[in-house]
């Protein structure tokens, strides 16, 4: 299928995908912040430069876009256009994200991956924040919340 839209729009509309301060990680932010967390964000020293990272924890929150990470729910399908190419840029996004998960891993710190669509629904929202404060506040290495 030919796309719609001519180069010049579609690199308009592709130069608007932001990927760092995006509404999921606003909103996460905005909520550990008023539950007390205190952080810093996108650390370029560490692997991946994690979104949320919060030095007291030893602890980074990386809020993944389920599209652009391969979560699997219904936000991730691929488009049917150009599926090879979308399959191989995806597929890096996901090896790379393993790979800098065992970084940040290796070097001391713990690594709580947020999936984009459990942010849509308040109540399951609620219940995540909850479980991401227990999971600061504890020793495990590794969470993911989808």
């Given amino acids: 299928m030919v796309d719609i839209v001519n180069s010049k729009v579609r690199s308009q509309m592709m130069a608007r995908v932001k990927s760092c301060d995006t ?9 550990l912040h008023r539950m007390g967390f205190r952080y810093r964000l996108h650390v370029s020293h560490l692997p991946g430069k994690p979104d949320i990272v919060f030095p007291r924890y030893r602890a980074v929150i990386q809020v993944n876009g389920c599209f652009w990470h391969a979560h699997g729910c219904a936000k991730s399908k691929l488009p049917k256009t150009r599926v090879e190419f979308w399959r191989e840029k995806i597929g890096k996004n996901k090896e790379r994200d393993k790979m800098n998960i065992e970084k940040l891993i290796i070097q001391g710190w713990r690594v709580l991956v947020w999936w984009e669509c459990n942010t849509k629904n308040s109540e399951k929202f609620k219940i995540s924040l909850e479980k991401a404060a227990e999971w600061l506040l504890s020793n495990e290495p590794y969470m993911e919340i989808d």
Avoid at 23 to 31: F, L, S, T, W
């Fill in 23 to 31: 509404k999921p990680e606003i909103q996460i932010r905005h909520m």
